[in-house]
């Protein structure tokens, strides 16, 4: 469906227009309707499905410009999103000139309620600091009609539920609800039935929130050998804007530093940075100024980054709900993606859990070998190399390359231009501290192997992203960096809720490896 098929005013089609967007995401289209009629709604989606134009298009044609009070309220879970949240709705809204605020933990609460006084009339905001407004009467909520709950599942792992429902008990009775989540536990339907009124619920299909696009691999590999496996990874399949993920903050932080010592434009985020330093990470992510960004869970909650080419599971997420998030990041707007999930021995229970939910069975992939990334490697210095013979200034360097024709051979200065281009990882030997195993997974009886549920497929054959390649088929867990994402004014550390951890998957006997995906070099003519 078209956006101009919606009954949305012409300034906010426009805007959309701008945004370079025509057809509606699913999520957009059955959730948009519903806003402007005024339906409660429990809309299940995660990042990257379009929610934010779901419920950012029908509020923002529903703001009474007269009215200089605050009429819809969102509520994220992160500041992170909170102000990705707040910069598409007020890119959305300019043309109707409707002000959007956003309030969070980690800064100036002077200058957010300065920011206050000039009459917001959508606000943005994490619990804890919404809270410290509402106590300190800087947010009056009396003028409330729209209250939107923004991944309600993220705030019910990071133990923001009370914090919600003291938040709408400040909100009117009459007042239209809105809550998207990627999943629906118990705790989130029970939101609903305690706050929303006969809610029609928009669902998207498991197959739509793995998107089809995204190839998924999974490579077998001991901790003391990831790192290797993932940088020779790198090598071959040279992607463009990667996402890393890591189970902790030390976990994070040995990670980029290893990998900015290999020579790869390369930053973590975590809880413990400086808000500043977390936007400026992302700021140049977002620009694709950084290449290589590596983040936890917690850190990349919400993040709505296009471009995203390659997504690696350097850890594999303890909850299968985490990894349908973490590869959601990429393979968006039509473009294809690549997701890798290394995964030890003795962890192959989570990916059997991680393929029952989503319903797709992930590839195996052999890790190359090193002789296999050094091709890889010189593939792409020939690459730039044809690139700036063919687009560069060169000429003012042609004199000194005679005279040192002179003195080597055409073979032996293209050797050694190739020498200076291509990186040796045995000069540069990183270690990555090993972490604490997952624990045990608890099986049952019961399988979707079984069961008749069938299995998509986990990627397009022939891989397609790796460039000078073709693939053929022959501290704790996440709990370590709950409470630095936190917001200042709320309380710290996560309860956790027992019925979001999915914990029941049988085990496989084992994996037939002979299929594994192998590496078979190949030039690449788009090079």
Avoid at 295 to 318: E, F, K, M
Avoid at 411 to 435: C, F, R, S
Wanted: charged letters at 25%.
């Amino acid at each position: 469906m078209k956006f101009s098929e919606l009954d949305l005013d012409d300034k906010l089609l426009e805007a959309v227009q701008k945004a370079g967007f025509t057809e509606t995401t699913p999520i957009q289209e059955q959730t948009i309707p519903l806003v402007l009629t005024g339906d409660d709604v429990l809309g299940q989606a995660q990042t990257g499905t379009g929610k934010t134009a779901a419920f950012g298009l029908p509020t923002l044609q529903k703001v009474d410009m007269d009215n200089h009070n605050i009429q819809t309220l969102v509520i994220s879970p992160t500041r992170e999103l909170a102000v990705q949240t707040q910069e598409e709705l007020s890119r959305l809204g300019r043309g109707k000139h409707v002000r959007v605020q956003a309030v969070y933990g980690g800064a100036d609460i002077g200058r957010q309620i300065r920011a206050l006084k000039d009459g917001p009339q959508i606000l943005v905001g994490t619990p804890g600091r919404l809270l410290d407004h509402i106590n300190r009467r800087t947010v009056k909520l009396e003028h409330i009609h729209t209250v939107v709950l923004d991944e309600a599942d993220e705030m019910l792992d990071m133990g923001f539920i009370e914090d919600i429902e003291s938040i709408l008990s400040h909100v009117p009775n009459e007042h239209q609800t809105l809550l998207f989540s990627a999943t629906m536990p118990k705790q989130i339907m029970s939101i609903a039935e305690k706050f929303m009124q006969s809610p029609k619920i928009v669902k998207i299909k498991s197959k739509e929130l793995t998107a089809d696009l995204i190839d998924q691999y999974y490579v077998r590999a001991k901790e003391f050998e990831r790192f290797d496996v993932m940088t020779r990874l790198f090598d071959v399949q040279n992607p463009k804007l990667v996402l890393i993920f890591g189970r902790t903050k030390r976990r994070v932080d040995e990670l980029a530093k290893g990998l900015q010592a290999r020579g790869f434009n390369a930053e973590g985020i975590h809880g413990d940075l400086t808000q500043q330093k977390r936007m400026s990470v992302l700021r140049q992510f977002k620009n694709g100024e950084l290449q290589y960004l590596v983040a936890t869970d917690v850190a990349a909650r919400g993040l709505d980054i296009s471009g995203v080419t390659h997504v690696y599971n350097y850890d594999i997420p303890q909850d299968p709900d985490s990894y349908v998030h973490r590869i959601g990041r990429t393979g968006r707007a039509g473009a294809t993606g690549v997701a890798v999930t290394f995964v030890a021995p003795n962890e192959m229970s989570y990916l059997h859990a991680i393929e029952e939910l989503t319903r797709v069975r992930i590839t195996p992939l052999k890790p190359p070998t090193p002789k296999e990334a050094l091709r890889g490697q010189i593939d792409a210095a020939i690459a730039t190399i044809t690139d700036i013979a063919t687009n560069g200034d060169v000429k003012r360097f042609e004199a000194p390359a005679q005279e040192l024709l002179e003195s080597f051979s055409g073979e032996q200065m293209a050797a050694i231009l190739l020498k200076t281009m291509v990186k040796d990882a045995n000069e540069i030997p990183v270690h990555i501290a090993p972490e604490r195993p997952l624990p045990s997974r608890k099986t049952s009886s019961h399988s979707s192997r079984n069961n008749g549920g069938g299995h998509g497929r986990g990627g397009r054959n022939g891989g397609g992203h790796g460039r000078g390649y073709s693939s053929r088929g022959g501290d704790s867990s996440r709990g370590g960096d709950r409470h630095g994402s936190r917001d200042s004014g709320s309380r710290g550390g996560d309860r956790r809720s027992s019925s979001s951890r999915d914990s029941s998957r049988k085990r496989d006997t084992g994996r037939d490896h002979s299929s594994s995906r192998s590496f078979t070099i190949r030039k690449n003519p788009n090079a």
